[in-house]
């Protein structure tokens, strides 16, 4: 089993900053790569960012320049900060880790997700 657990979200004032958290943990694992996601109400949840273990990251379109996506892989743990918040950021923030399970002998793939931080920007 791996579980995650996101922290960092919060309200905050359009041009506000955040920095959200997510640790991975679980016995066996090798992680591949951690990824943050979002879902506004009535929409779909959309990739936001992501990074694999050896650094290399990508970001869509609307987190490019204000968001950078960091990690930790000795914790096990990854970082969202996020600049110049705009209210159309407001959304629950899922992080999703991808990796291994390397203590089984028929080492399986998995995908993880977290239960999810709110992010609300609003004056």
């Known amino acids: 089993q791996v579980q995650l657990v996101e922290s960092g979200g919060g309200m905050v004032q359009p041009g506000g900053s955040l920095r959200l958290s997510c640790v991975a943990s679980?016995?066996?694992?090798?992680?591949?790569?951690m990824a943050w996601y979002r879902q506004a109400p009535g929409k779909e949840r959309d990739l936001v960012a992501d990074?694999?273990?050896?650094?290399?990251?990508s970001y869509t379109d609307s987190a490019k320049g204000r968001f950078t996506i960091s990690s930790d892989n000795d914790k096990n743990t990854m970082y969202l900060q996020m600049h110049i918040l705009r209210p159309e950021d407001t959304a629950g923030y899922y992080c999703?880790?991808?990796?291994?399970?390397?203590?089984?002998?028929?080492?399986?793939?998995?995908?993880?997700w977290g239960q999810g931080t709110q992010v609300t920007v609003s004056s």
């Open positions: 990074i694999t273990r050896d650094g290399s990251t």
């Open positions: 999703n880790v991808k990796g291994t399970v390397i203590s089984d002998l028929s080492r399986p793939d998995f995908s993880s």
């Open positions: 679980g016995r066996g694992i090798s992680i591949n790569t």
